[in-house]
């Protein structure tokens, strides 16, 4: 009986090896877009968490002074019958260094442009700008006031209607984000 010498095959074709490493750079490479994708869905949704933290960070602050506020002012003119800004008595304003000893201080919340971005500020009674409670990576497009009951002999409670629209700077989607809300002063005035 002849044997035949039988050589056992340890390792990798070279045809085998090319195949593999074709197989395994398309799993990468399906991998990396995915990877690449959900990275930029990532940064989108950041962008437009930030968006709709500052634009309700800016609706809290104001909500706030209009319950606890009283003596409401917006100014209407023939020209612009939108109010873009509104006066509140502030109570609670004590101590701060651009407000008088005594309260109450009167703040003013507005809105104006600066280099073509909309931002909305707080000016204190004495202060001679305003400070933003706006981020300032958000363009606020619209902000308006309307307040109905200011007068103490009707017999409705004063309400304001805020309505704001904001947009993210520098973004490859031009989502615009819509607020409206509407708040009552704390303080019945209704006789």
């Keep these: 009986m002849l044997r035949r010498h039988q050589k056992k095959n340890k390792g990798y074709t070279l045809i085998e090896t090319v195949v593999g490493i074709f197989i395994f750079s398309m799993v990468i490479l399906v991998a990396a877009g995915t990877l690449m994708s959900v990275m930029r869905q990532q940064r989108q949704a950041l962008k437009d968490q930030e968006l709709i933290d500052s634009i309700r960070g800016a609706q809290e602050i104001l909500t706030r002074a209009i319950r606890i506020g009283y003596g409401y002012t917006v100014v209407e003119t023939d020209n612009n019958p939108v109010n873009t800004s509104i006066t509140i008595s ?16 009167l703040v003013t919340y507005y809105w104006a442009q600066n280099a073509g971005i909309g931002v909305l500020y707080e000016q204190n009674e004495l202060a001679t700008t305003g400070t933003p409670i706006t981020s300032e990576r958000i363009n606020v497009s619209r902000a308006e006031f309307y307040v109905t009951g200011i007068s103490s002999a009707d017999t409705m409670q004063s309400r304001v209607m805020i309505y704001l629209e904001a947009s993210p700077i520098g973004s490859a989607t031009s989502k615009t984000i819509r607020l409206q809300t509407s708040v009552a002063q704390r303080v019945l005035d209704i006789p």
């Design 90 to 105: 502030h109570p609670a304003k004590i101590g701060v260094s651009d407000c008088p000893a005594t309260p109450p201080c």
